[in-house]
């Protein structure tokens, strides 16, 4: 008796992902499908490929081990289309299905292509309807953002976070924020002192499944960035829960005084490191945030730690969600600032005589991984100062990254780190000077540039690059009262000064270190 094509993506493994929720075993079958076409429109880091490709197989397995029966076509199968809609087509061809059941997909480019199953369907087989159903996994809804967003003048972060928290009960006490302050960020702000232990982070061994992908990567992707060897990031819901209990119990503690740091040598320091299974779907943001709040409640991570955490959950990653899929089509496209300069190639090996670019790219490369402060306030720092063309950079930060799906990476990369959008995301650029590097890291005291210099002949090139970058764009963010402060020192500037630090500036983006 035809059932239910359920299809399930590879960022959806979630046992209750909406698409299975009302599974009948007996008659329904579960596609999940390994494509060339989302191996490849970008070129996805090796480590992000095996990472998706694992999981996918290890989720399959498990739905199996429950008797569910999983159509799974892998990638070098010889039938295998290599396309999302080609093999639900193929699939709806296998089993005949009364309808088609999916998730909503995170980002816009597959949105689009699902939107037109119906069609396809109705041309090629029996006409079957296709269900698209909401995400439930996020604590809102799109719909509920489209709402939140509708009639509001201001949609800063701020305030949908603290109605997130009342209306989720995190850190709540009888309405009102528990320590009286929804906001602790003024305390998460310190650089490291040396003294300070980095506590290390727990490697997931891979199994049998996982080995065979990495030699499938090996062979099918030879030319896409970073090695298919040394993989540790958790492929199951057991590893990520893993990986979970082992961030609350060693770093949650700690996470908030130095979620700003950066160190040589320590890619992770006081991160969760989840992101990767939190977007696929191995973890859920609600099991995450009881956790945090869990260890304050017991006492064993203070209220500083704990708030700034749930907040970057239940706060940044469902606000930048929502903007997403406000601004979409045109958050794609734009480019407020009218950055033009191509890529340079040292983001693509690290090659380069700046310390702190050269840290967080080869960390990049080795893990698929930096932390948000490297991915901010040094690779988006530079390219905000650089003005590269936001197209080259959005593509950079989804191929680099294990994390990096579009609907997240997107509003940080475009909104937060370009200000390619204009203000939507935040409310100025994140530009910054050798100065905030230096307080942050401990990279310049190693560095061939001189941090305190900007100038002379071996001037730090954030100095100047972040003047002229203010002088570029004066008239552009004249209106901006966060940026009161650096436009009023930049107008009190000496210009022979300037003039030498807009030289140089030039110069150095014109020499062969910032070649593309
Ligand atoms: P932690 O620092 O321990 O934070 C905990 C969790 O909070 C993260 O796992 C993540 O789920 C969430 N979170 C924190 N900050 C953000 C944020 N700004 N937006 C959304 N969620 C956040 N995150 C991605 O998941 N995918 C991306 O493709 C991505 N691209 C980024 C690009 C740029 C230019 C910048 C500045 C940030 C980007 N981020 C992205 C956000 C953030 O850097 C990563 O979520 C974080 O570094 C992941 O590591 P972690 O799990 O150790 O995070
Ligand atoms: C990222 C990714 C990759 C690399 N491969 C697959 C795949 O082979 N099959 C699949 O169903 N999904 C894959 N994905 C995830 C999709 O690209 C993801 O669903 C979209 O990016 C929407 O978020
Ligand atoms: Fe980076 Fe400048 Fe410090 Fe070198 S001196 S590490 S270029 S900020």
Redesign the pocket.
Same mark, same amino acid.
């Given at each position: 008796m035809p059932g239910t094509l359920r299809v399930i993506l590879g960022d959806q493994l979630s046992p209750g992902i909406a698409a299975l929720a009302d599974l009948d075993l007996e008659r329904d079958a579960v596609l999940m499908a390994e494509v060339r076409a989302e191996c490849t429109y970008v070129k996805h880091h090796a480590k992000k490929l095996i990472l998706v490709l694992s999981a996918m197989r290890h989720f399959a397995r498990a739905l199996q081990a429950r008797g569910v029966r999983v159509d799974y076509v892998r990638l070098d199968d010889p039938e295998n289309t290599q396309s999302l809609r080609g093999e639900m087509l193929r699939a709806v061809q296998r089993h005949r299905p009364e309808r088609v059941v999916a998730t909503e997909p995170g980002e816009w480019r597959v949105a689009e292509d699902i939107r037109r199953w119906q069609a396809c369907l109705a041309d090629e087989a029996d006409g079957q309807e296709v269900e698209i159903r909401d995400d439930t996994r996020f604590f809102c809804r799109i719909q509920e953002f489209l709402t939140w967003a509708r009639d509001r003048k201001s949609l800063r972060m701020e305030f949908f976070y603290r109605e997130m928290r009342r209306r989720h009960g995190y850190l709540m006490e009888g309405g009102a924020p528990v320590g009286g302050q929804w906001n602790f960020d003024a305390e998460n702000r310190k650089s490291l002192p040396k003294t300070v232990r980095v506590p290390g982070t727990p490697a997931f061994e891979p199994d049998a499944i996982t080995r065979e992908v990495m030699a499938l990567v090996a062979q099918e992707f030879p030319d896409h960035l970073g090695s298919a060897e040394d993989f540790s990031w958790p492929v199951t819901g057991a590893e990520a829960r893993r990986a979970l209990d082992d961030f609350v119990t060693h770093r949650l503690p700690q996470?908030g005084d130095w979620q700003d740091a950066m160190k040589t040598g320590a890619p992770f320091l006081f991160? %969760?490191?989840?992101?990767t299974s939190?977007?696929l779907g191995l973890l859920d943001p609600r099991e995450i945030c009881a956790a945090a709040e869990m260890a304050w409640l017991k006492g064993h991570a203070p209220l500083n730690a704990v708030e700034g955490?749930i907040r970057?959950?239940l706060g940044?990653?469902e606000y930048?969600r929502g903007l997403y899929w406000l601004h979409m089509p045109g958050f794609a496209s734009t480019n407020f600032l009218e950055a033009t300069r191509e890529l340079p190639a040292f983001y693509w090996t690290g090659e380069t005589r700046m310390n702190c670019l050269r840290q967080a790219i080869t960390g990049t490369i080795a893990h698929a991984y930096a932390?948000?402060i490297q991915?901010?306030m040094i690779t988006?720092n530079f390219a905000l100062l650089a003005g590269i063309d936001p197209d080259e950079v959005d593509e950079w930060?989804m191929v680099v990254?294990a994390? %990096?799906?579009e609907w997240?990476?997107m509003p940080?990369?475009r909104g937060?780190?370009l200000f390619a959008d204009g203000g939507l995301v935040g409310s100025k650029p994140y530009a910054a000077s050798g100065a905030y590097i230096n307080r942050m890291s401990d990279y310049c005291k190693a560095c061939a540039y001189d941090v305190k210099d900007a100038v002379g002949e071996r001037a730090c090139p954030f100095n100047y690059l972040y003047w002229d970058f203010f002088a570029r764009h004066e008239k552009r963010l004249a209106g901006n009262i966060r940026l009161a402060m650096p436009l009023r020192t930049l107008e009190r500037m000496d210009g022979a000064k300037l003039k030498a630090m807009r030289r140089k500036a030039a110069a150095f983006l014109e020499s062969e270190q910032c070649k593309p």
């Amino acid at each position: 008796m035809p059932g239910t094509l359920r299809v399930i993506l590879g960022d959806q493994l979630s046992p209750g992902i909406a698409a299975l929720a009302d599974l009948d075993l007996e008659r329904d079958a579960v596609l999940m499908a390994e494509v060339r076409a989302e191996c490849t429109y970008v070129k996805h880091h090796a480590k992000k490929l095996i990472l998706v490709l694992s999981a996918m197989r290890h989720f399959a397995r498990a739905l199996q081990a429950r008797g569910v029966r999983v159509d799974y076509v892998r990638l070098d199968d010889p039938e295998n289309t290599q396309s999302l809609r080609g093999e639900m087509l193929r699939a709806v061809q296998r089993h005949r299905p009364e309808r088609v059941v999916a998730t909503e997909p995170g980002e816009w480019r597959v949105a689009e292509d699902i939107r037109r199953w119906q069609a396809c369907l109705a041309d090629e087989a029996d006409g079957q309807e296709v269900e698209i159903r909401d995400d439930t996994r996020f604590f809102c809804r799109i719909q509920e953002f489209l709402t939140w967003a509708r009639d509001r003048k201001s949609l800063r972060m701020e305030f949908f976070y603290r109605e997130m928290r009342r209306r989720h009960g995190y850190l709540m006490e009888g309405g009102a924020p528990v320590g009286g302050q929804w906001n602790f960020d003024a305390e998460n702000r310190k650089s490291l002192p040396k003294t300070v232990r980095v506590p290390g982070t727990p490697a997931f061994e891979p199994d049998a499944i996982t080995r065979e992908v990495m030699a499938l990567v090996a062979q099918e992707f030879p030319d896409h960035l970073g090695s298919a060897e040394d993989f540790s990031w958790p492929v199951t819901g057991a590893e990520a829960r893993r990986a979970l209990d082992d961030f609350v119990t060693h770093r949650l503690p700690q996470f908030g005084d130095w979620q700003d740091a950066m160190k040589t040598g320590a890619p992770f320091l006081f991160h %969760a490191l989840i992101s990767t299974s939190l977007n696929l779907g191995l973890l859920d943001p609600r099991e995450i945030c009881a956790a945090a709040e869990m260890a304050w409640l017991k006492g064993h991570a203070p209220l500083n730690a704990v708030e700034g955490f749930i907040r970057q959950i239940l706060g940044w990653r469902e606000y930048v969600r929502g903007l997403y899929w406000l601004h979409m089509p045109g958050f794609a496209s734009t480019n407020f600032l009218e950055a033009t300069r191509e890529l340079p190639a040292f983001y693509w090996t690290g090659e380069t005589r700046m310390n702190c670019l050269r840290q967080a790219i080869t960390g990049t490369i080795a893990h698929a991984y930096a932390h948000h402060i490297q991915r901010l306030m040094i690779t988006g720092n530079f390219a905000l100062l650089a003005g590269i063309d936001p197209d080259e950079v959005d593509e950079w930060y989804m191929v680099v990254y294990a994390d %990096a799906y579009e609907w997240v990476e997107m509003p940080n990369t475009r909104g937060m780190a370009l200000f390619a959008d204009g203000g939507l995301v935040g409310s100025k650029p994140y530009a910054a000077s050798g100065a905030y590097i230096n307080r942050m890291s401990d990279y310049c005291k190693a560095c061939a540039y001189d941090v305190k210099d900007a100038v002379g002949e071996r001037a730090c090139p954030f100095n100047y690059l972040y003047w002229d970058f203010f002088a570029r764009h004066e008239k552009r963010l004249a209106g901006n009262i966060r940026l009161a402060m650096p436009l009023r020192t930049l107008e009190r500037m000496d210009g022979a000064k300037l003039k030498a630090m807009r030289r140089k500036a030039a110069a150095f983006l014109e020499s062969e270190q910032c070649k593309p």
